[in-house]
């Protein structure tokens, strides 16, 4: 009788010992496959994040315009609905960003991402830098008129219009928004082109016109098209400039009265550019202030005291 011996005749081993054995052979390269796993699991993330980062704006999450130029050609190039180029930069921008920082200015960068994210939904929205967004909205269905894009502007601008509130103060933007329909034109150096071009006409006719609201100039090949949209108003009465003298230039803390839908508030500026100043004016209902981007044209300078607003306005200097 041969008396079994495991370290003489391993093939006399019990097989839940060979198996032990084995596992303790590659229990360390099993840790070492893991360990690469989980680091190649890492890199992808890395490169999934830096990716992301390479193509979208690092303030509003929305698309840089990199990605814009990358995904853009192919949207213009389907046949199954028609597109339009959308070029929009703030009005009184500016003035929130010098008189409450940029901390405030990235925050009403990104209330405007957001409202214009969620107005165009699935539609391409980028950020080109500073105020300015793009956007490649396309038309609802095959057969939509060509004028489709109005409806799409419009409630863009309507998007946009409401006052928000950043860090205790409340404040609002106004857009100049160029449209550009692509039409038989699939370029989209020209497309951005002519909207690029539309917008800054939209900014003149925002400097000189009495309408305070938001302005889109479409460009197409019969030439500009002029059109204003006022938030919560189809109609603006211009100014009454009779009982004052308008205001030209402001500086900060100046008095002046503000000229809204045929009434006037008094108010103080808070800040100015050339065309329009941040303005601090009564609410409608008489409860308390609030604050506005109001155009040039719409205020006229205050020689009537106003007790509450002069004693805010000289004590926050």
């Not at 046949?79 to 009403?108: M, Q």
């Not at 080109?128 to 095959?142: N, S, T």
């Not at 009982?243 to 002046?256: I, L, M, N, Q, T």
Request: proline letters at 7%; one cysteine or more.
């Amino acid at each position: 009788m041969r008396i079994l011996d495991p370290a003489a005749d391993p093939g006399g081993v019990p097989p839940d010992e060979a198996e032990l054995r084995t596992e303790a052979r590659t229990a360390p390269l099993q840790a070492r496959i893991d360990q690469l796993a989980a680091h190649v699991q890492q890199l992808e993330q890395e490169r999934a994040s830096l990716r992301w980062m390479a193509d979208h704006d690092e303030l509003t999450g929305l698309a840089n315009r990199r990605l814009f130029h990358a995904l853009a050609p192919e949207l213009l190039n389907s046949e199954e609905c028609s597109s339009a180029a959308l070029i929009l930069d703030l009005n009184g921008f500016k003035p929130i960003n010098d008189t409450y920082g940029h901390e405030a200015g990235d925050e009403v960068l990104c209330v405007v991402a957001r409202r214009m994210a969620a107005c165009l939904d699935d539609h391409l929205v980028a950020r080109f830098g500073g105020d300015e967004f793009a956007a490649l909205p396309r038309a609802p269905r095959a057969d939509a008129p060509d004028a489709w894009w109005h409806e799409v502007a419009g409630s863009l601008s309507a998007a946009i219009a409401p006052p928000m509130d950043v860090k205790g103060h409340t404040l609002s933007v106004t857009a100049s928004i160029g449209v550009a329909p692509a039409g038989r034109s699939a370029d989209l150096a020209g497309l951005l082109r002519r909207a690029d071009q539309a917008m800054f006409s939209a900014k003149r006719h925002a400097k000189t016109t009495d309408k305070a609201g938001i302005t889109w100039v479409v460009a197409t090949e019969s030439g500009d098209h002029t059109e204003t949209y006022q938030p919560g108003s189809a109609r603006v009465s211009p100014p009454d400039l009779t009982a004052s003298a308008p205001a030209e230039a402001c500086r900060p803390g100046d008095p002046v009265w503000v000229h809204r839908n045929g009434a006037r508030r008094a108010g103080v500026v808070e800040g100015a550019c050339e065309w329009a100043a941040l303005v601090r004016y009564r609410c409608p209902n008489g409860a308390g202030t609030m604050v506005d981007t109001i155009p040039l044209s719409c205020l006229t300078i205050r020689t009537e005291a106003d007790p509450y607003l002069d004693r805010k306005s000289s004590t926050s200097r």
